[in-house]
């Protein structure tokens, strides 16, 4: 699917005289303010953050303006919306972007949030921006610093010493979920392994209960659910003892896992990960020059997932159990994911070739694992919500008391942490803090239910004003940060478990839209591949560009962007414009007729028709779809038009069922294009305000009943 770029031809739709318009008297008249309509349903959505580290490009328009639909669908069908995201700005794509340009972190987040804020506004998008926060701002992480205490103050987050990712180019340790192939997700550098005391949350231990609620979650589509699944990565098996014996002549247990999918019994090596904290213990003890280098080194994962091939280095280290006839080398492997079971796993040799790992004495252990390991939180950075514990010679490890938040650390003139001591709580004694940061994507795991409050400082009333919107009804958000659905379903799963929510699953709906791409490569500032949102909104004007990106294909489907127009978005505008405009004088005005004619009542039927559709693909999330059918509908209301022109003018009936399928038309494109809409209402309905709030024809209420396996049964 593509969307086009271009030079404007002779007859072109130029919505931006009335879009400032409209997009002003939204503003002045609070219709996208959350908690308006008290007595309402209410209905939350929530988009996809970006970074602040510069403007605001097509990836993130996809994401809004799909959102976007959605709410102001809600609102004109009679919910009270809240619309809301946190602006990501802590963390390293801030941080270096600010190196880079030679400002302070603080000062780019702030300069960029107000930029792209800037273009959502002219997008049209109807945000609650009361609700929109920047994680940078103490009043925001006043509340991450929460959120870690109480994890670490009932045991769901601890220090542990490890050996780790270091990215030497970014400087700094990486979560396994930060590595790609091998490589830094942002940088794309060699990740190196150094061992250091750090903090992780105990992600892993809640993987059993992750993966077996996504069998609840009906609403979720099946591409979403599937790669969560995978994700966390259940493999049922076999962990055995090995004994392994080292230079020196001592002896050291090894323990393996045998996935019950393994081809065949026999092996011939054992393969492990460098990487994991055990390997490492066992290399660390053998030495020599091949366990250093080992040691050193990445964990020899490939390093693009192109590389078919595997490294393989024999670590001179040979394993048996008892009764086996011979020792089998332990190799050093990039096939072997350090985050995975223990780091060793047997190797399946030809059939024949190798030793029979079951014909031997010793403990068979049957075992489940995940690929999901815990989660290191701590970062040796600056631009972070400082972790909140001091490090105490007389008390050792002392969490900072609630009253200290937001526990703030200075910065110097080159934006670094000054780390001064402190009087520690507990003996008064000089005590220093952590100095570490925490993981940005620890900022986010709770956004959900920041973003519905107003960040009040005492809990009670916090979870009050969270509980107040419920869950996300509509996660907006791409089906390649499916992590960030994960993370939030983690932190949900602990609050329950603590006593702060009843309801362990914080998102009702997850679709998931794959990305935008140029030149094959996703839209990302960190691929340096972004088209501008502020020159295509110069260009196009926002119900243009909003129409182009959402008829270019539904969410499910990716979009590769080309410079060349697609003329589709502008003829479809411009139509309904046309058909509007055009017809004002035949349609105002006109009385109702009660007996309509066989030509009204086929016209009534129509109309009928794609409000049920469109209501429908919008309920499925296929807006795609829903543009096509108005299109359709417009084509038919064009023929109409003629035939009331000809022989029809006479019949008052058919004339008043065209208006009002010209009404209908107008609430239905609403939600696509809403400055086109709001100017059309004005000329059809003078005096009946924005909209922005309703009506949605037929008053359609959502579809309870329907789940993501009814709309995959019948093929939508």
Same mark, same amino acid.
């Given at each position: 699917m593509s969307l086009g770029s271009g030079q404007l031809e002779q007859r072109s739709y130029a919505g931006h005289a009335i879009e400032a318009k409209w997009q002003a008297r939204w503003r002045d008249a609070g219709c996208f303010v959350a908690g308006r309509r008290p007595g309402h349903p209410r209905q939350y959505h929530f988009p996809a953050g970006p970074f602040t580290n510069g403007r605001l490009?097509?990836?993130?328009v996809r994401t809004f303006v799909l959102g976007d639909v959605m709410a102001r669908a809600g609102r004109q069908r009679g919910y009270d919306v809240l619309y809301a995201f946190e602006?990501?700005?802590?963390?390293?794509?801030?941080?270096?972007?600010?190196?880079?340009?030679?400002?302070?972190?603080?000062?780019?987040?702030?300069?960029?949030?107000?930029?792209?804020?800037?273009?959502?506004?002219?997008?049209?998008?109807?945000?609650? *921006?009361?609700?929109?926060y920047l994680t940078c701002e103490p009043r925001?992480?006043? *509340?991450?610093?929460?959120?870690?205490?109480?994890?670490?103050?009932?045991?769901?987050?601890?220090?542990?010493?490890?050996?780790?990712?270091?990215?030497a180019t970014c400087e700094t340790t990486l979560a396994h979920l930060e590595v790609a192939d091998g490589a830094c997700w942002r940088c794309q550098s060699v990740v190196e392994r150094r061992e250091s005391t750090q903090w992780f949350v105990r992600l892993g231990d809640a993987s059993a209960e992750l993966l077996d609620g996504l069998s609840k979650?009906?609403? *979720?589509?099946?591409?979403?659910?599937?790669?969560?699944?995978?994700?966390?990565?259940?493999?049922?098996?076999?962990?055995?003892?090995?004994?392994?014996?080292?230079?020196?002549?001592?002896?050291?247990?090894?323990?393996?896992?045998?996935?019950?999918?393994?081809?065949?019994?026999?092996?011939?090596?054992?393969?492990?990960?460098?990487?994991?904290?055990?390997?490492?213990?066992?290399?660390?003890?053998?030495?020599?020059?091949?366990?250093?280098?080992?040691?050193?080194?990445?964990?020899?994962?490939?390093?693009?997932?192109?590389?078919?091939?595997a490294d393989v280095v024999d670590t001179g280290l040979r394993a048996r159990r008892p009764g086996w006839p011979m020792a089998i080398p332990v190799l050093?492997?990039?096939?072997?994911?350090?985050?995975?079971?223990?780091?060793?796993v047997l190797r399946p040799a030809i059939e024949g070739a190798g030793i029979d790992w079951r014909a031997a004495g010793g403990e068979i252990r049957h075992?489940?694992?995940?690929?999901?390991?815990?989660?290191?939180v701590s970062r040796q950075r600056s631009w972070g919500t400082p972790i909140p514990v001091l490090l105490c010679p007389h008390c050792g490890d002392v969490p900072v008391p609630e009253e200290w938040l937001p526990f703030e650390l200075e910065l110097d003139e080159a934006g670094r942490r000054v780390v001064k001591p402190v009087a520690c709580p507990r003996c008064g004694e000089e005590a220093v803090p952590d100095g570490d940061t925490s993981d940005c994507f620890f900022d986010v795991a709770w956004s959900l239910l920041g973003c519905a409050t107003s960040l009040p400082e005492d809990p009670e009333a916090f979870f009050e004003q969270a509980k107040g919107w419920r869950a996300v009804d509509w996660f907006h958000n791409g089906l390649d940060s499916f992590l960030y659905a994960h993370l939030h379903r983690y932190i949900s799963l602990v609050l329950r478990e603590i006593g702060y929510v009843d309801d362990p699953e914080p998102i009702r709906r997850f679709y998931g839209h794959a990305m935008v791409t140029l030149d094959g490569r996703k839209m990302?500032?960190?691929?340096?591949?972004?088209?501008?949102?502020?020159?295509?909104?110069?260009?196009?004007?926002?119900?243009?560009?909003?129409?182009?990106?959402?008829?270019?294909?539904?969410?499910?489907?990716?979009?590769?962007?080309?410079?060349?127009?697609?003329?589709?978005?502008?003829?479809?505008?411009?139509?309904?414009?046309?058909?509007?405009?055009?017809?004002?004088?035949?349609?105002?005005?006109?009385?109702?007729?009660?007996?309509?004619?066989?030509?009204?009542?086929?016209?009534?039927?129509?109309?009928?028709?794609?409000?049920?559709?469109?209501?429908?693909?919008?309920?499925?999330?296929?807006?795609?779809?829903?543009?096509?059918?108005?299109?359709?509908?417009?084509?038919?209301?064009?023929?109409?038009?003629?035939?009331?022109?000809?022989?029809a003018i006479e019949d008052a009936s058919a004339v008043h069922a065209f208006g009002d399928a010209?009404?209908?038309?107008?609430q239905l494109v609403a939600p696509f294009a809403p400055h086109l809409a709001e100017e059309m209402w004005e000329a059809l309905e003078p005096g009946a305000g924005p909209l922005a709030l309703g009506p949605w024809p037929g008053g359609h209420p959502l579809r309870k009943g329907d789940t993501t396996a009814t709309i995959e049964r019948r093929g939508m």
């Open positions: 490009h097509l990836g993130h602006w990501d700005a802590f963390g390293l794509p801030t941080e270096l972007a600010a190196q880079k340009q030679g400002v302070a972190p603080g000062t780019l987040a702030r300069e960029a949030a107000t930029r792209m804020t800037a273009d959502l506004d002219r997008l049209g998008i109807s945000l609650a *921006w009361d609700h929109v925001y992480y006043r *509340w991450t610093q929460w959120f870690f205490l109480k994890l670490y103050e009932h045991g769901f987050l601890y220090r542990g010493k490890a050996t780790l990712n270091y990215c979650l009906d609403a *979720w589509s099946p591409t979403v659910i599937r790669l969560l699944a995978g994700f966390i990565g259940e493999v049922e098996g076999q962990e055995v003892d090995l004994t392994v014996t080292l230079r020196d002549g001592s002896e050291r247990v090894l323990t393996v896992f045998v996935p019950d999918a393994t081809p065949r019994d026999e092996v011939d090596a054992v393969l492990v990960a460098p990487g994991h904290t055990d390997v490492a213990d066992l290399l660390r003890a053998a030495g020599g020059d091949v366990a250093e280098g080992l040691l050193a080194t990445a964990t020899l994962r490939r390093r693009r997932r192109e590389d078919v091939g050093a492997s990039s096939i072997v994911d350090p985050a995975f079971a223990r780091g060793a075992v489940v694992v995940h690929r999901v390991q815990d989660w290191l990302s500032k960190h691929e340096g591949n972004t088209v501008d949102a502020a020159t295509l909104l110069d260009e196009l004007g926002a119900d243009l560009l909003r129409v182009q990106i959402l008829w270019a294909a539904n969410p499910s489907h990716a979009i590769e962007f080309r410079p060349e127009r697609d003329k589709r978005a502008e003829t479809f505008l411009l139509n309904v414009r046309s058909l509007v405009f055009d017809n004002l004088d035949l349609v105002l005005g006109r009385p109702e007729v009660l007996d309509g004619s066989p030509f009204a009542k086929e016209l009534e039927e129509a109309t009928a028709v794609v409000v049920e559709r469109v209501t429908r693909f919008l309920d499925h999330y296929r807006p795609c779809t829903c543009l096509q059918e108005l299109d359709r509908f417009v084509g038919r209301l064009t023929k109409f038009r003629r035939r009331l022109l000809g022989d010209l009404r209908v038309l107008v």
